[in-house]
């Protein structure tokens, strides 16, 4: 398995994508950047022209961002983004602290230096290219930190089930543009997960990555509260 998380799906880095490998990433990357913005109907003969290519590997790229979570298609009806919504911010917050809480605790107790190296490098990436605002080196360099941490716990499942929640996470997080105290706090948190791990304090290691969930949440949360409240006023 790669040690790196596939953001482009069904085939990620490296090697020769098919069609519907290529339509899956493609349409990825335009539903993570927001210019298929959620509840965006996706017709097949529109998506075909744009990506230049036939509907059916179209049709299948839909099926693979179906199965992780980020697209709806309901038979003889058609298929959307999916919605974006408090409440499924939440969701995705609780399943996430649930399952990433046990991998980083187990990537504690069995923490290398060569994890720590791996994990050294993201972070310094991730740095690097939000302040670049390269938003997809972004996104990949924010999920090799985290994978580098979960995969160093041993358990290839437990970094599967991540993934789906985590593809739907990153719709959240990277909506809007980071300010330079933002990326400072992100890094000082990200930091702390790390330090923890390398320390093999696998209490300190839960701890911080509930911290840095926890305030992410709160902050998209006010963010997409005070849109809905504009939106609105704008409207009465």
Known sequence: MSSRLALLPGGGR?????LAETAAAELHQLILSGELPSGTPLRLVELANRL???QMPVREGLRRLEALGLVDIIPHKGAWV???????????HETRLALESLAVRAAAEHFSEADAEKARVALAELLQLSRS?????????????HFALYRAGGSQWLARAIEPVWQNSER?????????FQLERNRQEHQAILDACIARDADAAE????THLAGAVQRITETMTSKQNAQREGTS
């Open 207 to 210: 701890q911080a990555l509930r």
């Open 82 to 92: 999916r919605e974006l919504s408090v409440e499924d911010l939440h969701d995705t």
């Open 52 to 54: 230049d290519m036939s």
């Open 172 to 180: 959240y997080r990277f909506g809007s543009r980071q300010t330079a």
């Open 14 to 18: 490296g090697g020769r994508r098919t």
């Open 133 to 145: 605002e390269d938003s997809i080196g972004a996104r990949q360099a924010h999920a090799d930190f």
